[in-house]
């Protein structure tokens, strides 16, 4: 079990970093949405939690927060590329302004498929938001409107972002590392 080989995480970006750019993020996402009647923000489960609970604290907008949820890694390291929507959202967006919630673009597959998957029901505006991007990774083209941190080809943890479920509960993002097991 891969989850099973020691690691250790190191520090990437700091919880302070973090909220500085939120701040800035959610200045032009106010801008970009100004004198919306609601914003929808869609969180995509799981790993956009506590991205998703942050960035709206900063928006100076009225939102309403929904989920979806979109099958995923399960506990691997590798995307699967074939996306499946796992969870739906609860409310209609047909018409309504629309910000999609990602944690992570990595080779691209699921935020693009999402963004057609939603775009499909004729929002008014949709536009989309990662905190992490991998552009090295892309095997589709897609680029998210705003990006918090364009990042290196690591495998990350922290700040709502899993390893085999561990370490969403981490303030800040680090890298995993494996590391030799004691004897
Ligand atoms: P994509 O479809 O763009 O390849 O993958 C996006 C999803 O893969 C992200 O939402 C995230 O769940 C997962 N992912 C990509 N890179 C990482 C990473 O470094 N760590 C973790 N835990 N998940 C990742
Ligand atoms: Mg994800
Ligand atoms: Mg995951």
Request: hydrophobic residues 45%; without cysteine; proline residues 4%.
């Amino acid at each position: 079990m891969a989850d099973r080989k020691p690691y250790v995480i190191d520090q990437m970006i700091s919880a302070k970093s973090i909220a500085a750019r939120i701040e800035d993020l959610a200045d032009e996402i106010r801008d970009e949405f100004e004198g919306t009647d609601k914003l929808v923000v869609v969180g995509l489960l799981r790993g956009s939690f506590v991205f998703i609970a942050d960035l709206v604290r900063e928006l100076d907008l009225p939102v309403e927060v929904d989920f979806l949820e979109a099958s995923s890694y399960g506990d691997a390291m590798e995307s699967s590329r074939e996306v499946r929507i796992l969870k739906d959202l609860r409310g209609k967006i047909e018409g309504r302004d629309v910000l999609i919630v990602e944690d992570i673009v990595d080779t691209g597959h699921t935020l693009s498929h999402v963004a057609r998957f939603l775009g499909g029901r004729n929002p008014a505006r949709m536009k989309t938001i990662a905190l992490l991007d991998k552009p090295s990774r892309r095997e589709v083209d897609f680029t998210a409107d705003w990006i918090g941190f364009s990042i290196p080809d690591e495998f990350v943890v922290g700040y709502g972002i899993d390893f085999a479920q561990r370490n969403r509960n981490l303030p800040y993002i680090g890298k995993v590392r494996f590391v030799d097991a004691p004897e």
